[in-house]
């Protein structure tokens, strides 16, 4: 039977009629329910319409998008953004943009589909290596790159089910003395990791010119749509060189204004950041008393594994019946054996919350 949400969706979501705790989904920072957003994008429709109904290399301009990416500058400290209409499009816009002949590409095994699709889609040999493992990542470059191929090394930044943070600084070396690129699909780490919140190259300090990124706004940042960031060169080489920044829409147009408003708001409220940080270490350290593990860097997706005498779906409809909304994944990327409860922390869950949720748990874990 299909739940449906009735309402915005936030630290509490009405669900099938009923007020839920909720952990799900991907809306880490509250932004996308956050009434300043709401009426930006209320506005935006009134004045603007839904669309341009055409290309921005037509008549489809609109200060909307102008004042989105002059926001999305500032936010990343970067020279210029590209924004298009999913997320999922973004490593095919690095790919085409900066793709060469001589291409290999070498993938983690747990990565995004948005990754593999972009890179099946190129036509160029593909070498997946074991997850989030850089020694692994040299042993397929040792026998599998040949003479004149470039190695491109494609990962997720932040992984959407597992929480680990890829160890990028660890790739790059291994690609020290090779001619490569490292293509980063960092849709969740942006807004969540740095101390800015500008993802995972700033929690890496990585400034490297072999290192390209995109993101999204669907996630964190609280709009819709996706972008790719950097220096102005490079980023203008892409749209000259990208078939899906010249072929498809842009962003409708309350979700520009939209974008513009809670990208705003994060860099004049950090304690959103803050915030966000103080609820992972509670969560994390009531899970940990219960016996999970998680990776060292402390990020809003916390993974919840099959362990022995569990079942995993029960404790999903447990915690459900008890009014607290969590997803059991198995069958996503870097999703373990078995699958996991998935719990996604926000910076608008408040301490009670996440303290009956850490209750719920230990009450089923007992009755096992």
């Known amino acids: 039977m299909s739940t449906f949400l009735q309402g915005p969706v936030g630290a509490l979501t009405r669900i099938d009629g009923r007020t839920y705790d909720y952990f799900g989904g991907c809306g880490y920072l509250g932004l996308q ?26 008549l489809g301009e609109s200060p909307l998008y102008t004042e989105m990416e002059e926001t999305a500058c500032a936010f990343f400290a970067c020279e210029k953004v590209l924004t298009f209409a999913s997320g999922y499009l973004g490593a095919a816009v690095l790919i085409q943009g900066e793709g060469q002949a001589n291409d290999h590409f070498f993938i983690d095994a747990d990565a995004h589909f948005s990754l593999w699709d972009a890179a099946a889609a190129s036509n160029h040999a593909i070498t997946p290596f074991a997850h989030c493992r850089p020694e692994a990542l040299q042993v397929a470059l040792q026998h599998e790159l040949t003479a004149g191929e470039r190695a491109v090394v494609l990962s997720d930044g932040l992984f959407p ?77 892409l749209e000259r060189n990208s078939r899906v920044l010249a072929g498809s829409s842009p962003l409708p147009l309350p979700a520009a204004a939209a974008i513009t408003q809670a990208l705003r708001l994060l ?98 874990l007992r009755g096992q």
Do not use: M
């Open 161 to 237: 089910i597992s929480g680990e943070v890829a160890p990028l600084p660890d790739y790059l070396e291994v690609l020290r003395n090779l001619p490569a690129r490292l293509i980063v699909d960092d849709a969740h780490g942006a807004g969540v990791l740095g101390e800015h919140g500008r993802g995972t190259l700033e929690f890496w300090s990585i400034t490297d010119e072999r290192v390209s990124v995109s993101a999204t706004f669907n996630k964190a940042l609280g709009g819709f749509g996706g972008l790719v960031y950097g220096r102005r060169q490079a980023l203008e080489h």
């Open 33 to 58: 329910s956050q009434p300043q957003v709401l009426q930006a994008a209320a506005d935006a429709v009134l004045r603007y319409g839904l669309s341009t109904a055409n290309s921005r290399g037509g």
């Open 267 to 364: 860099q004049v409220s950090p304690q959103l950041l803050q915030q966000l940080q103080a609820n992972v270490r509670q969560a994390r350290a009531g899970l940990e008393e219960l016996g999970w593990q998680f990776p060292v860097a402390e990020t809003p997706i916390l993974c919840l594994p099959a362990r022995g005498g569990l079942n995993l779906f029960r404790l999903r409809e447990e915690l459900f019946h008890r009014g607290i909304a969590v997803e059991f994944v198995n069958s996503y990327p870097s999703a373990p054996a078995g699958g996991a409860i998935r719990l996604a922390v926000f910076a608008t869950h408040t301490p009670a919350q996440i303290e009956r949720l850490l209750a719920a748990i230990r009450d089923v």
